[in-house]
């Protein structure tokens, strides 16, 4: 596991000059980024990596799902490559870093091989996984499930976003926006995987080190619980003959945050979408509708306490109609020991603090990990915030996570 030149030809100043370029599309004020899957800004978004691609001759493909994938051709072309990449759509007030950190390292690393002037064995190839954040079309990870075989795009066929836009017609103009990129099949064979992002929590930032050579990723549900009442005149209906969706759900929610009380705070629960119908002061609501992200790193733990969420539910739901379904599953995962190792190795040959760390958040590279061998790399973020518009990181992080993912790919490459 020697150093090679790679990591040298890293250009700081690049990479940081993307991320600004990046965080134009879907510009939101407190320098944060909203570039829903799918929308414009999403192709604007992806068009622009595929042209930074083609300026250095990298080949662009895409998938049934709308997955990017630019590839650097390995001396032996019937070689598995490795993959790198991460996402370019955001949460609706997200940052500029989340997900475009490790689409874009892993463009700027195989840049910096081309300057290095390094051949590796295996193509190289760096990806953008389709509606990794799940926040504008349920669930996430659409991409990834679908590349593994997990689900197919046909299970998506009734997904529409929170105005009623279908999923599938969105994804049809975000393919028809890149004609010049070619169509492949899923679940081609991959030889490892590596994806790079930022911690997204405050380990690495409030510790003052620069890598995390990331081993596993704390297993993670997703609910929908839906209350059916009927709505009546607020002014009027008597207490006791009303069917009210909202006062159930809130019955709901404080019988779930008792059932996921742990002690030991390791359990995360969170409700993080709430739609009412009619949504109107003067009317009782007919319909509360609520999101459950339930994660933990213990399989058992997960099907514990998921598999008394409906049971809760009814209980507390009184006179309305309740139903309960879920939407994503990822469980917890451990990535490659031999990746994890190259990481480790990789950032303390350059001089970096490093810490081996599991992932509070979900990631694709969660589900690449059934399917190849796989590991994260960390970086740190400012105060760990994430998920936020004021998320941010330093050139020099970004650089450092660039500078290891490089040394990586090349020796997994060969
Ligand atoms: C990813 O965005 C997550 O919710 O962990
Ligand atoms: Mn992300
Ligand atoms: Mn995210
Ligand atoms: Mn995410």
């Known amino acids: 596991m020697a150093t090679s030149r790679a990591s040298a030809f890293v250009d700081k100043d690049r990479l940081w000059r993307r991320h600004a370029a990046m965080a134009a599309f879907g510009a ?4 944060g980024v909203n570039r829903a899957a799918l929308s414009a800004e999403d192709i604007e978004a992806r068009r622009t990596f595929v042209a930074w691609g083609a300026e250095r001759g990298y080949a662009a493909f895409t998938d049934a799902i709308g997955n990017l994938f630019l590839r650097r051709p390995g001396r032996d072309p019937a070689a598995a490559p490795v993959l790198t990449g991460s996402h370019l759509d955001s949460q609706p007030r997200g940052g500029r870093f989340d997900g475009t950190y490790g689409v874009l390292a892993g463009l700027e690393a195989l840049e910096a091989l081309d300057d290095a002037g390094i051949a590796t064995e295996r193509p190289i190839e760096v990806v953008s996984w389709t509606n990794e954040e799940g926040s504008r079309f349920q669930p996430g990870t659409m991409g990834s499930v679908a590349f593994i075989g997990l689900r197919s795009p046909a299970d998506f066929a009734d997904v529409r976003d929170a105005a009623g836009v279908p999923f599938t017609a969105e994804l049809a103009r975000a393919l028809a926006a890149l004609p010049q990129a070619t169509p492949r099949p899923f679940g ?19 510790r003052g080190e620069t890598i995390g050579a990331v081993d596993s990723i704390q297993g993670a549900r997703w609910f929908q619980v839906e209350l059916r009442g009927e709505t009546s005149h607020a002014g009027t209906t008597p207490l006791a003959a009303r069917r009210d969706a909202v006062q159930a759900a809130v019955r709901c929610i404080a019988g779930l945050n008792d059932l996921m009380h742990d002690p030991a705070d390791v359990l995360r629960f969170t409700v993080g979408r709430v739609d009412v119908e009619p949504n109107v002061p003067n009317s009782v609501a007919s319909r509360a ?11 058992t733990v997960l099907a514990a306490r998921g598999e008394r969420i409906a049971e809760v539910c009814r209980a507390a739901a009184g006179a309305c109609a309740v139903a309960v379904s879920e939407t994503l599953s990822m469980p917890p995962c451990r990535f490659d020991a031999g990746i994890v190792d190259r990481v480790e190795h990789h950032a303390q040959a350059l001089g970096l603090p490093v810490r081996r760390m599991p992932s509070g958040a979900f990631h694709d590279a969660g589900y690449m990990a059934g399917f190849c061998p796989t590991a994260m790399i960390f970086i740190p973020c400012e105060r760990g915030i994430s998920h936020n518009e004021a998320e941010n990181a330093t050139p020099d992080d970004l650089a450092a996570g660039a500078r290891v993912l490089a040394e990586v790919l090349v020796d997994l490459a060969g």
């Open 28 to 31: 939101i004020p407190g320098n």
């Open 188 to 206: 081609w064979p991959v030889h490892a995987f590596v994806e790079a992002h930022i911690e997204q929590g405050p380990v690495l930032y409030d």
């Open 289 to 299: 509708a609520f999101t459950i992200d339930l994660r933990h790193p213990e399989a």
